[in-house]
C-alpha cells in the first residue's frame, strides 16, 4: 500500500514538473483526479451546477497559466481551491444569488387559478447528480463539520446561497473542507479574526434554516428498505389520483416547490391549499404520468414523464427531489423542463403542453441518466 502511494506521489510529482515546463497535457492529467471535488466546491458556492462548470473551467485556466509560478509552498489541492474559490466569489459579484422558491415569495394560493409565473432561470438554485459527487462518503477531511454528501443537499444549499459571499466562502472552507482559520484566512486574503467572525455569523444563519436530522442522517435511520415503502406509498397514491393518500404522506410542514414557477404550496397549516393545487394540477387525471428513480444531491429524486401530444409519448416533466423527515415527506422540490417563454399566465395552467427545453433537459435529465422520452 505504501508502494502504491509512492509511485503515486512520483507520478504527480512528474506530472507537475512537466505542467511547469509547459506541457498542457500534463497539466489536465494532474488536475483531473480533483476536477470531481472542485465542481462540487463550486456548484456549493454557486448553487447551479451550470455555473460551476463555467466558473471551474475559468478555474483551470487560471491555473493553468500560474502553474509555472506555482512553488509548492502548499498542496497543489489547496492551491487549485484556492483559485477556484476566488473565481467563484468573482463571479457571485456579476450576478444575484441563486435562491429556492420558498426563500423568493410567499405560498401560493391555488384559488388564483394559476399556479405561479416563470422566473428567469438565473433565479433558481439547481439539482446535483450523485454521480458526479465523485468522492467517498462522509467528511472531506478530519476537521470537516458536514459529510460530502450532506454538504450538496438542497436544503443546505439553499442555507448557502442566502449567505453574504465571503460568509458564504468561509462555511465552506472551514466546515466542509475542513481548512484551518489560518489556511482560510490565506485563501481569503483576510484575517484570522475576520475568518472566525465570519464562521460564527454564517453557522447562526445555516443552522437557523437547516431541519434538525440532515438527509443524509435520516436516511440511514430508514434503511434502504424503509426509504423504498415511503416511496412506494407516495406514487401509488399519485398514480391512483389519490389526493388525501398523497397528503397523508407528507410532513404537517410539508412544501412543493416548482423552479422555474415562483409557486410554491404547504408549509405550517397549508395542507388544504396542497390538496387543492393536486386537485386543480398534477393529479386531475390529464397528465398521464410515468416516472423514473435516480439520485439528486444525496437524495431521492424521481424523474416525472407524462404525456406529450406532439411526440405521442411520454418526454420529460420534472425532476421532483424528496426530503424526508421520519417516515414522510417533508419537501417535495420539482426542477420544471419545460419552455417558459410564453406570457400568458393560462399556459402555465397547461404547463405540460408546453415545448421542453433543450438545456434544462439536459441539465435535469440527461445528466442524471435519464432517457429523454419513455414509450
Known amino acids: 500500500m505504501a508502494g502504491a502511494s509512492q509511485t503515486r506521489e512520483e507520478e504527480s510529482e512528474r506530472l507537475l514538473e512537466a505542467a511547469r515546463a509547459g506541457d498542457e497535457g500534463a497539466f489536465t492529467t494532474l488536475i483531473e483526479r480533483y476536477r470531481g471535488e472542485l465542481i462540487a466546491h463550486c456548484y456549493r ?25 506555482f512553488e509548492g509552498r502548499s498542496s497543489l489541492r489547496s492551491w487549485l481551491y484556492t483559485i477556484a474559490t476566488n473565481t467563484c466569489l468573482n463571479a457571485i459579484e456579476r ?12 405560498r401560493t394560493n391555488p384559488d388564483d387559478g394559476v399556479p405561479g ?13 450523485d454521480e458526479q459527487l465523485v468522492v467517498e462518503d462522509g467528511p472531506l477531511a478530519p476537521d470537516a463539520r458536514y459529510e460530502a454528501r450532506e454538504a450538496v443537499e438542497l436544503a443546505f444549499i439553499a442555507a448557502l446561497q ?8 468561509v462555511l465552506i472552507l472551514r466546515e ?24 460564527q455569523r454564517a453557522r447562526a444563519s445555516v443552522e437557523e434554516r437547516l431541519p434538525e436530522r440532515s438527509q443524509q442522517a435520516t436516511l440511514r435511520i430508514l434503511g434502504d428498505e424503509g426509504v423504498r415503502e415511503i416511496v412506494d406509498a407516495y406514487l401509488d397514491a399519485w398514480y391512483r389520483e389519490d389526493i388525501d393518500g398523497v397528503v397523508d404522506m407528507l410532513t404537517e410542514e410539508a412544501t412543493f416547490s416548482m423552479p422555474p414557477l415562483n409557486a410554491w404550496f404547504g408549509g405550517p397549516g397549508g395542507h388544504p391549499e396542497l390538496a387543492g393545487f393536486l386537485r386543480d ?29 406532439p411526440d405521442r409519448t411520454h418526454r420529460p416533466f420534472a425532476l421532483n427531489v424528496l426530503s424526508f423527515e421520519g417516515d414522510r415527506i417533508s419537501d417535495v422540490t420539482c426542477f420544471i423542463n ?26 435535469f435529465f440527461l445528466r442524471f441518466g435519464l432517457p429523454d422520452r419513455l414509450d
Not at 162 to 169: E, F, G, H, K, V
Not at 176 to 198: D, F, I, M, P, Q
Open 95 to 106: 450576478r444575484k444569488a441563486r435562491v429556492h422558491p420558498i426563500d423568493y415569495g410567499p
Open 162 to 169: 442566502i449567505l453574504p459571499p465571503n460568509q458564504r466562502a
Open 176 to 199: 466542509v473542507l475542513g481548512y484551518s482559520a489560518r489556511e482560510t484566512a490565506a485563501t481569503l486574503e483576510t484575517s484570522v479574526a475576520s475568518v472566525n467572525s465570519a464562521l
Open 281 to 309: 394540477g398534477p393529479l386531475t387525471g390529464d397528465w398521464r404520468w410515468k416516472h423514473v428513480v435516480t439520485r439528486s444531491n444525496g437524495q431521492y429524486a424521481l424523474g416525472f414523464y407524462c404525456w406529450y401530444e
Open 45 to 69: 458556492m454557486l448553487g447551479s451546477l451550470h455555473d460551476a462548470e463555467d466558473a471551474l473551467q475559468e478555474a483551470m485556466l487560471r491555473a493553468w497559466r500560474g502553474i509555472g509560478r
Open 338 to 363: 419545460r419552455s417558459i417563454e410564453s406570457d400568458d399566465p393560462e399556459d402555465y395552467v397547461r404547463f405540460p403542453e408546453q415545448p421542453l427545453d433543450d438545456r434544462r433537459t439536459e441539465d
Open 117 to 129: 409565473m416563470p422566473v428567469a432561470e438565473t433565479v433558481w438554485i439547481e439539482p446535483f447528480p
